[in-house]
């Protein structure tokens, strides 16, 4: 069964230290894992969609990275305006997102 | 220029008392997706249509229904809303032309039974 676990469930950094976010997955083929952003009573907010291993994609402050097995967003540098929480998600079949329960980041100022 | 739009953002229902949540979109996407958020939880799909063929999720229970008149719209019908469907739910659309295509959310629509 496809699988997206999300870890840790929540962080926080001061502004400027920068760390990673993990998303592990197991899939039977992948065909695009996804990462959005979502602020609090917000819907979700697309960032990258990665397809194959090796793959690196880079917005701003984020860099998102994929292997066979994991995916991570680096955040370098952080502002407070970085806080939210980041989803990842999988493609499953052909239109289905399964999402993990997501990371809560937050900039302390 | 908002690409997906819910209406309303707030919804508050009676206990049974059937309600409709709506979406609209101007991307010209082929499909559409309804998501329910429960409070600190993942996204979870209810179905979505492609064009306009319905695909609903095993798990989806029957109360919850969908239409969709036309390429720009998509409604989401609860017919008798429980406690336990407080949530907020969320309009997706992709294009839909090759599989794997991005899925882009509108700001949804966060209901309340009473």
């Known amino acids: 069964e496809d699988q997206v676990t999300q870890s840790p469930e929540a962080l926080r950094l001061q502004e400027g230290e920068s760390s990673s976010l993990n998303c592990s997955y197991t899939?039977?083929?992948?065909?695009?894992l996804f990462w959005y952003r979502q602020d609090p009573g917000k819907g979700p907010e697309f960032l990258f969609t990665l397809y194959s291993a090796g793959e690196e994609k880079e917005k701003e402050r984020l860099k998102a990275t994929l292997t066979k097995k994991e995916s991570f967003l680096h955040i370098t540098a952080p502002k407070p305006e970085d806080s939210a929480t980041y989803l990842c998600?999988?493609?499953?079949?052909?239109?289905?997102?399964?999402f993990g329960q997501g990371t809560r980041l937050t900039i302390n100022p | 220029d908002a690409m997906v739009i819910q209406n309303p953002r707030y919804q508050v229902t009676q206990f049974g008392k059937p309600v409709t949540l709506s979406c609209s979109q101007t991307l010209n996407h082929n499909v559409m997706y309804w998501y329910q958020q429960k409070s600190s939880q993942a996204p979870k799909l209810l179905f979505h249509y492609y064009d306009k063929d319905f695909n609903n999720e095993a798990d989806t229970p029957d109360n919850f229904q969908s239409r969709r008149p036309n390429t720009s719209f998509c409604f989401l019908d609860i017919r008798s809303p429980g406690l336990g469907d407080a949530a907020m739910y969320l309009c997706?659309?992709?294009?839909?032309?090759?599989?794997?295509?991005?899925?882009?959310f509108g700001p949804g629509t966060r209901l309340l039974v009473l």
């Open positions: 899939v039977s083929g992948l065909r695009g």
């Open positions: 997706a659309t992709s294009r839909g032309l090759a599989g794997a295509e991005t899925q882009y």
């Open positions: 998600s999988l493609l499953q079949g052909a239109q289905k997102l399964v």
